[in-house]
């Protein structure tokens, strides 16, 4: 004698999902909880370090001498590192982000059989490839909002702002560029899986283009958007908190010299122009602190055309390998 359980009320049933998406939330269902887990303990550090540990970082920069602020250690110390780690941890999230799907969801369950299986029971590959996107965008997106907030407050607020708005991990973690790179990652690693059909094959591929694109980024970011160059009779001395990207010594041609040290340094007036002698100008080039924004949005703009092609392309490759 066979005993049915009872239905969930009408309400409940209305709230779950179903379809490929219940599957997806089945199959992976530990993944969600281990991502939970990590942002609870890395947003509990955030808070410690805009209590506890700001306070006491706090303290020791106003009792230490200015010209030795930069080189204590003790909680100062500790507060830089830990910050970083915490920057850090939002860096690598776009790789786990590539791995999971490239290894896990799309790699293995096509390298298993998986896949098709489900294709066979009226779920179509379109269907199984969007809820295989979704499902692990929506968890990391809503773990990267309480993260990306307190990073932003954090190092915007902290004590003695000792890491600058342009530091690798902060900038790509303090903003919506945070939550452009998860997207890309989430793309390229399902269509490295698509491309290869294995788990390894389709992790390391969606791994090596995130790593192709970090670089580009890293090294065409301050091209986004206009620089600010000043220029003086002596050595102009840009504004607190600003990124210098070149110093130079301008002949009465125009031409800047790059880097010309021993006309950039510190020294009296009439030095550096004897220093400058044959030379008309000095000018430096920077971003001051007020391009993070448009920084932060020119980028996420060009991550999220890349992620929209990764994706369109992880699409029509399954499209026509598929029977």
């Given at each position: 004698m066979t005993q049915t359980?009872?239905?969930?009320?009408?309400?409940?049933?209305?709230?779950?999902p179903t379809g490929?998406?219940?599957?997806?939330?089945?199959i992976h269902?530990i993944a969600?909880?281990l991502?939970?887990?990590?942002v609870?303990?890395v947003?509990?550090?955030?808070?410690?370090l805009?209590?506890p540990g700001?306070?006491?970082?706090?303290?020791?920069l106003a009792?230490c001498a200015p010209?030795n602020?930069?080189?204590?250690?003790?909680p100062?110390?500790?507060?830089?590192?830990l910050?970083?780690v915490?920057?850090?941890?939002?860096y690598?999230t776009?790789?786990i982000a590539?791995?999971?799907?490239?290894?896990?969801c799309v790699g293995r369950?096509?390298?298993?059989?998986?896949?098709?299986?489900?294709?066979v029971q009226?779920?179509?590959?379109?269907?199984?490839l969007?809820?295989t996107?979704?499902?692990?965008?929506?968890w990391?997106?809503?773990g990267?909002?309480?993260l990306v907030?307190l990073?932003?407050?954090?190092?915007g607020?902290?004590?003695?702002?000792?890491?600058?708005?342009y530091?690798e991990?902060?900038?790509?973690?303090?903003?919506p560029l945070?939550?452009?790179r998860?997207?890309?990652g989430?793309?390229?690693?399902a269509?490295g899986?698509?491309?290869?059909?294995k788990?390894?094959?389709?992790?390391?591929?969606?791994i090596?283009a995130?790593?192709?694109?970090?670089?580009?980024?890293?090294?065409?970011r301050?091209s986004l958007?206009?620089?600010?160059t000043?220029h003086?009779?002596v050595?102009p001395t840009?504004?607190a908190g600003?990124?210098?990207?070149?110093r130079?010594?301008v002949t009465?041609?125009?031409e800047?010299?790059?880097?010309?040290?021993?006309c950039?340094?510190?020294?009296?007036?009439?030095k550096?122009?004897?220093?400058?002698r044959?030379?008309?100008?000095f000018?430096?080039?920077?971003?001051?602190?007020s391009?993070?924004?448009?920084?932060q949005l020119?980028?996420?703009?060009?991550?999220l055309l890349?992620?929209a092609?990764?994706?369109?392309a992880?699409f029509?490759t399954?499209r026509?390998?598929t029977?």
């Open positions: 359980l009872p239905a969930p009320p009408r309400g409940l049933r209305a709230l779950r490929p998406v219940w599957g997806t939330l089945r269902r969600p909880w991502w939970l887990a990590a609870l303990a947003s509990t550090l955030l808070l410690w805009h209590g700001a306070d006491a970082a706090a303290r020791q009792q010209s602020c930069e080189y204590i250690g003790g100062a110390f500790d507060y830089e590192q910050l970083r915490v920057g850090a941890f939002t690598l776009p790789y590539a791995i999971f799907t490239g290894v896990v369950e096509l390298e298993r059989g998986t896949a098709q299986l489900a294709w009226s779920v179509s590959p379109a269907r199984w969007a809820a996107l979704a499902v692990p965008a929506a990391f997106l809503a990267m909002v309480p907030t990073l932003h407050l954090e190092a607020s902290g004590p003695g702002p000792r890491i600058p708005w530091d991990y902060l900038f790509l973690g303090t903003g945070a939550f452009a998860v997207l890309l989430l793309a390229v690693g269509l899986g698509i491309l290869f059909r788990a390894l094959a389709g992790g390391a591929a969606g090596a995130f790593l192709v694109t970090g670089y580009l980024s890293a090294r065409y301050i958007w206009p620089t600010v000043d003086g009779p050595p840009p504004p600003a990124q210098v990207l070149r130079d010594t009465a041609a125009g800047h010299v790059r880097n010309n040290l021993a950039v340094g510190e020294g009296s007036a009439a550096l122009r004897h220093c400058a044959g030379f008309q100008d000018a430096v080039t920077y971003h001051p602190s391009h993070y924004w448009p920084l020119t980028e996420s703009a060009v991550i890349l992620a092609a990764a994706t369109s992880a029509i399954l026509h390998r029977p």
